[in-house]
């Protein structure tokens, strides 16, 4: 993709307006580099992000594990989380401004907002996947309670887990992009208002590849707790 960039932004096949070149891009994100603007603004975009899957994805994370341990559970949550799973994120930005304003907050519980529904879809087919043997096999042993999620449940259930993590990460920069064009003063989303307003199609462009390298890292580092956590998959996949 980087390379078909150069190629076409280099032989000016298309106006720099619509595609501008690459180094023009770098030089767009040294300035605000060496201004300190792009540090300030991606820390409050990842601030914004790491605190809103902490709180939608351990919600999730503890809604899943509830409606997938028991009947009953699924009974009280399942229902509700489809509702909320079938809102798109996008269509309760009035109403939590409505409710909350334009401040931090709401931008942290829009986030929160769209990562609890992946969360939770992910765990609860992960724990109602577990081999019911093992589990039965575990209480032959004397497991119960607390020590049968610990020790059973929640090893079983990590890939599954792990993949939820992956995808309400992914979900967060999409639900940043929408929080962050609201009323926003410092931010990746301040800097997307402000290229706009002055027309500076690079730093457009810069804030792009900004969100595309956000999306790499914490594919990355989920990949990096795979490995350290589940470390057969490497095994299973060269197989």
């Known amino acids: 993709m980087l390379l078909a960039w150069w190629i076409v932004s280099a032989l000016e096949l298309v106006p720099a307006a619509v595609l501008p ?10 300035d605000l580099l060496a201004s300190g603007q792009l540090a300030v603004s991606l820390g ?6 790491l605190i809103g899957v ?26 509700s989380l489809q509702v909320v799973r079938a809102i798109p994120f996008l269509a309760v930005i009035p109403l939590f401004i409505a409710w909350f304003g334009i401040d931090e907050q709401f931008k942290v519980l829009v986030i929160a907002f769209a990562t609890i529904a992946p969360m939770y879809a ?15 096999a575990a209480r032959g042993y004397g497991l119960g309670g607390a020590g049968l999620i610990r020790e059973v449940v929640l090893p079983l259930a990590l890939p599954g887990i792990l993949m ?7 979900i967060s920069i999409g639900a940043l992009i929408a929080a962050e064009n609201v009323g926003t ?18 730093y457009l462009f810069l804030c792009v590849v900004v969100y595309a390298l956000l999306g790499l890292l914490f594919d ?17 996949a060269l197989r």
Request: glycine share 12%.
């Open 21 to 30: 070149k690459i180094p023009d891009v770098l030089a767009a994100g040294w």
């Open 44 to 49: 409050a975009s990842l601030t914004r992000v």
């Open 54 to 79: 902490v709180l939608g994805a351990g919600l999730g994370l503890a809604l899943g594990l509830v409606a997938g341990l028991s009947k009953a559970g699924e009974d009280l949550v399942d229902g």
């Open 122 to 136: 992910y765990v609860y087919l992960a724990v109602r996947g577990i081999d019911r043997r093992l589990v039965e």
């Open 164 to 170: 939820a993590l992956r995808i309400s990460l992914s």
């Open 185 to 202: 003063r410092v931010g990746l989303g301040y800097l997307v208002s402000l290229a706009q307003q002055v027309n500076r199609v690079d």
């Open 220 to 236: 990355a580092v989920v990949r990096l707790l795979e490995r350290v956590l589940l470390p057969w998959r490497a095994g299973v």
